[in-house]
């Protein structure tokens, strides 16, 4: 039988807890602890930090509702930032729009990329189609470079902890609103209401004040704390809820659907007081 439990400690006093059957691999890496396992409910998964990050039995939820909220609300996204998102779940969501001409990701440690390749091959396995351009390198300098350059800009980092405490600043996203183009759009993921709510109010205040449409909606993460996540999306011209149904063209999801592109941003009034 073997293995182990493992915990994330969600809250000081709060865990979520998996039974792992084995480690397939685990090493600090300049950035952070990187452990990928096999667990007995949710397959492969990869760890950062103890936080878990994604598996192959619900990763395509955050994957579908981080890249395909943004890129049905913009008329035309060609050229695509994913900050973040090393094991590339975004950048195969977002080579599903045929729009998209160059999909760019930008993640700090090279390690995380490696290993999702190896132990998370339908996850990472579009990370070397002849439309991404894989950079190895601090999405804070990348974005402070970046000028007019992107029609959607997607944050799929950590917490705002160790190497992505940078990624939650106002001052990274003034950066990514000079990095988009002028009708650009962009979205972070923003953790839960449950753990982080000072989190989310501070980013949607941070965001208002440089997006003229900034709006939070959010999806059902069972691997996640609490299980309820959010997304902050900023734009500059198109509101995600005015997209013509025309725009909706077929696509290959599980979780997200042109009904629920709307209905993720009715939020329930705990989350709503947050942010109003
Ligand atoms: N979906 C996960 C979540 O919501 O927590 C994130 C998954 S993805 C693996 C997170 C990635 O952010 C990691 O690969 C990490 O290396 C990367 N990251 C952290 N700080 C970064 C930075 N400053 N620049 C670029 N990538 C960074």
Known sequence: M?????????????????????????????????????TEEWGNMLLLDGMVMTN??????????????????????????????GDGGVIREVLKHPSVKKATLVDIDGKVI??????????????????????VDDGFMHIAKS????????????????????????????????ALKED????????????TPDLIRQVQKDVKEIFPITKLYTANIPT????LWTFTIGSKKYDPLAVEDSRF???DTKYYTKELHKACFVLPKFVKDLIE
């Not at 650009?184 to 993921?189: P, Y």
């Open 56 to 85: 192959q039995k619900d990763e395509w939820v955050y994957h579908e509702m981080v890249a395909h909220v943004p890129l049905f609300t913009h008329p035309n996204p060609e050229n695509v930032l994913v900050v973040g998102g």
């Open 114 to 135: 490696e290993y999702s390749k190896k132990y998370l091959p339908e996850i990472a396995g579009k990370l070397d189609d002849p439309r991404v351009d894989v950079q």
């Open 224 to 227: 996640y704390p609490s299980g």
């Open 249 to 251: 063209h077929d696509i």
């Open 184 to 195: 650009g759009i962009f979205v972070a993921q923003t953790d839960n209401p449950w753990f």
């Open 2 to 38: 073997g293995g182990f439990w493992f915990t994330e400690k969600q809250t000081e006093n709060f865990g979520i807890t998996m039974k792992v059957k084995k480690t397939l691999h685990s090493e600090q890496t300049e950035f952070q602890q990187l452990d990928m396992v096999e």
């Open 147 to 178: 000028e007019n350059e992107y029609d959607v800009i997607m944050v799929d980092s950590t917490e705002p902890v160790g190497p992505a405490v940078n990624l939650f600043s106002k001052g990274f996203y003034a950066g990514i609103s000079k």
